[in-house]
């Protein structure tokens, strides 16, 4: 294949199945890439996807680029919420540690070389084109088709392997036993939590959704468990048991956030793992669940490492955390928020964050937007959208965009005051015009929405 400009490679990848947006074979829909498993809900009705959920397509494009992911030293992470926070943790503390790092992240907020980044700093526009040039040779050579984020993955993969890096730490997209990611073996496999999510593809139940995110887990790894349900980390700890894991660490037995607090900024934490207590930790990050990601990140970190981390080393480490759209105040006046809430379980952390730590502001103005798939009445009631006194909807720019008027309907039916608003930059300022002085406006929903508002106010 010809040299590739940066525009080259976008074109490239968009001409490929994209089921993050929705966009199949020039359609729009909503296909996974695995089978809905059986349930009450989908019994019937025939399997939503192009092909069985097979790892062979990316197996075989790495092999054509000499397999560089079976080199790497990988920390895989997976969880319903929290594991790109957790990744963004992880990342740093490795970095703050000395090591070489690459990341691999999904989705991206504003631009896609957000996915891929070395020692915190996302891939640069030629290196993208010329990795993504390299994919597109071993696709073309192979006479396999695959999706959009099999070759995202193949290429963070190539990219690690040319860097040398020391540590990959690679977030999984959905899922995880059919994950594009997993043609990689993990030397810890974390799972930040399970919750409900993505039911259409796994399943309806919290325990469907474990025996997908399981998977990760292989012999010989370090298992690490943040779920603290006693049904679902008993059965992630005998699975992982079951496939070999050479260790399983659980939260709140081996480690936890014993002491987790607002401070100015984020939270103030004791973190302890198997051998150490760390007082005093800050997280600049807003919610108590951040406090919980990062007990889990500093855990997989020194399994990773096979030894605790100095506490000096700990605070640098976290003192470095980022992670646009996540609760990220973006302007003061009014106070304008952005979370990317995309489920119930996403939704509730966004309303205890609020009630927690910005009791000062306690009158709402809600501008959010869905994909479809979601239950919308579950979000609003997990958001507190009752104590609006606004409720902006507003369709995230992606194909799989839930209807407006469906949102309208639940915000109806609880007597919730409602508008939509199909230009973003209009919704925005509606949102911000009909706050008060002390109000907060909350920008939520689907992360494709909070992305184009965050390439909107941040510059």
């Known amino acids: 294949m010809a040299f590739m400009t940066y525009a080259d490679a ?13 966009v199949v074979n020039d359609r729009v829909g909503t296909v996974p890439w695995t089978a809905p498993l059986p349930s009450a809900s989908n019994a019937g009705l025939a399997p939503r996807r192009l092909d069985p959920p097979s790892l062979s397509r990316i197996r075989t494009i790495l092999a ?26 992880a990342t740093e503390l490795l970095i703050a540690s000395g090591l070489s790092v690459g990341t691999l992240i999904s989705p991206h907020l504003v631009t896609i070389n957000e996915r891929l980044s070395f020692n915190g700093v996302p891939i640069s526009d ?12 071993a696709e073309k050579t192979s006479g396999e088709t695959c999706s959009h984020f099999e070759l995202v993955t193949a290429a963070a993969f190539r990219w690690f392997g040319d860097l040398a890096v020391e540590a990959a730490v690679i977030e999984v997209g959905a899922g995880g036993r059919w994950d ?12 930040t939590n399970i919750a409900l999510d993505h039911m259409e593809w796994f399943g309806d139940t919290k325990l469907d959704i474990a025996r997908e995110k399981v998977g990760i887990i292989k012999p010989g790894c ?14 992630l700890q005998r699975e992982a048991g079951s496939v070999g894991a050479s260790q399983i660490l659980m939260k709140g037995v081996d480690f936890a956030a014993d002491h987790n607090q607002v401070a100015v900024g984020g939270r103030l934490c004791t973190l302890r793992t198997q051998s150490t207590s760390y007082p005093d930790i800050v997280v600049p990050m807003h919610g ?23 506490p000096d080393i700990v605070r640098a480490g976290f003192a470095n955390v980022t992670h646009a759209g996540r609760m990220e105040i973006v302007e003061r006046n009014p106070l304008t928020i952005l979370d990317g809430a995309h489920n119930p379980a996403g939704a509730a952390a966004a309303a205890a964050t609020l009630s927690e730590e910005f009791a000062a502001n306690p009158g709402r103005v809600i501008l959010i937007g869905l994909l479809t798939g979601r239950d919308p009445g579950d979000v609003l009631d997990a958001l507190e959208a009752q104590r609006a006194h606004l409720v902006v909807v507003c369709p995230p ?9 469906i949102l309208v309907a639940e915000c109806h039916k609880r007597g919730i005051p409602v508008v939509v608003e199909h230009d973003l930059r209009k919704a925005i300022t509606l949102a911000q015009a009909d706050a008060a002085a002390d109000d907060c406006v909350l920008i939520t929903g689907s992360l494709y929405l909070v992305g184009a508002v965050r390439a909107m106010l941040v510059q």
């Not at 997976?78 to 963004?88: C, F, H, L, P, V």
């Not at 030629?126 to 040779?137: C, D, K, P, Y």
């Open 10 to 22: 976008l074109a490239y990848l968009d001409a490929h199945v994209n089921y993050q947006t929705g």
């Open 397 to 405: 720019p992606s194909p799989r965009a839930m209807d407006p008027e």
């Open 64 to 89: 054509y680029l000499g397999d560089p992911q079976l080199d790497l030293q990988i920390l895989h992470i997976t969880g319903t919420n929290g594991k790109g926070s957790t990744a963004r943790m």
């Open 288 to 310: 108590a669940h951040q406090g919980e990601n990062a007990c889990v990140a500093l855990a997989s970190v020194e399994a990773f490492l096979g030894a605790p981390l100095a």
């Open 222 to 235: 370090i298992a690490v468990i943040g779920e603290t349900d006693p049904e679902i980390a008993s059965y």
């Open 126 to 137: 030629e290196a993208f084109a010329e990795v993504i040039g390299a994919v597109a040779v």
């Open 180 to 191: 594009a990611t997993n043609v990689a073996d993990g030397i810890v496999a974390s799972i």
